[in-house]
């Protein structure tokens, strides 16, 4: 049974052969992506079983993400297949200020996940055994259903020693016909909260890890991501930063999701917070170099020899 299930939308991903207006890039590499989904292979990758809870269209697209997903390591009993609605698509345009991401997920079958799924005879099962339940802001917009089964995970009581982690993870495209404002009380339910400074300044009026803790006394750990490519961990009684590793970054989609990943999988394995904000950094820094959502995980005994080098 997986010690961790990541629930959200997970999408084919067609990835521009050349920077440029999409009118004019000649080709597209198919590939898979999804925020929650990438976490569930960045957790897979650094050994934690991982399962991914999400719906895909009965389509070729969405067997190859499930296919993707279950390459990459990645639980996937508990995917249902929705004959009625497509998988979601997005489409990445590079362009001089960075890349753009273009959605063709309004009504897919991933937002349609609703709380029915807790009692799915194959995901609910493997949602009630996960020792961790990793979410992300994404799915609180992506539909009325998908906002409940959110509110569903992190507001009812939970069993004694499971933690859900939430990625704030904002997508203001999402949001233009929802109210963001959901996503607070949703922050300060959680055990981990993840979150960019920039980002929490738009959804909170604030980066500054201080003032987001004030504002979220709720999770025992937060972790804000700073411009400066630092990452302070706020438990209780401290604050930790870690600065990030020095990359030659190709392409930043995705990296999030990779840090979240090293991030709680150094959680599960009982590391203190600068440690697992080493290894969310080394995690980072694999799918920061690649053009696509995931970059290959870094070998074991690279990862356990880069970790010892730091104290913590
Ligand atoms: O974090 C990467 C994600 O942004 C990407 O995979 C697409 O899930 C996605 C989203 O909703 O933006």
Same mark, same amino acid.
């Given at each position: 049974l997986p010690a961790a299930a990541c629930v959200g939308e997970s999408m084919a991903v067609l990835l521009p052969g050349?920077?440029?207006p999409l009118e004019d890039v000649p080709s597209f590499r198919p590939a898979s992506g999804g925020a929650e989904a990438n976490v569930a292979r960045g957790l897979a990758a650094l050994g934690v079983p991982a399962a991914w809870i999400g719906r895909v269209g009965d389509d070729g697209f969405g067997r190859r993400v499930v296919r993707d997903l279950a390459a990459g =390591?990645?639980?996937? $009993?508990g995917v249902s297949v929705d004959p009625r609605r497509p998988t979601g698509l997005y489409v990445k345009e590079a362009g001089p200020g960075g890349s753009v991401l273009h959605y063709y $997920?309004? =009504?897919?079958a991933g937002s349609a996940?609703?709380?029915s799924v807790l009692d799915d005879p194959d995901a609910g099962p493997l949602l009630n055994a996960a020792g961790l339940v990793h979410l992300s802001g994404i799915t609180a917009a992506l539909s009325d259903s998908a906002l409940e089964l959110t509110r569903a995970l992190l507001l009812r009581p939970r069993r004694p020693g499971r933690l859900v982690s939430f990625d704030?993870?904002? $997508?203001p495209a999402l949001w233009r016909r929802r109210?963001?404002?959901?996503?607070r009380p949703l922050l300060n339910a959680a055990d981990i909260v993840l979150l960019g400074a920039d980002e929490a300044a738009d959804v909170l009026g604030t980066g500054d890890p201080g003032e987001l803790r004030a504002l979220l006394p709720g999770p025992a750990t937060l972790v804000v991501k700073d411009d400066a490519h630092s990452a302070t961990a706020l438990t209780r009684d401290a604050a930790v930063t870690a600065p990030a590793l020095d990359v030659e970054v190709v392409?930043?989609? =995705?990296a999030g999701d990779a840090f979240a990943a090293g991030y709680l999988a150094g959680t599960l394995r009982g590391y203190g917070p600068r440690r697992c904000l080493r290894l969310g950094h080394l995690a980072a820094a694999a799918t920061l170099?690649?053009? =696509?959502?995931?970059?290959?995980?870094?070998p074991p005994a690279l990862v356990d020899e880069l970790l010892h080098a730091s104290p913590g």
């Open positions: 050349r920077p440029g =390591g990645v639980d996937v $009993r $997920r309004d =009504g897919s996940i609703g709380p704030l993870n904002w $997508r109210d963001p404002s959901v996503l392409e930043p989609v =995705g170099v690649v053009p =696509g959502d995931h970059g290959p995980p870094p």
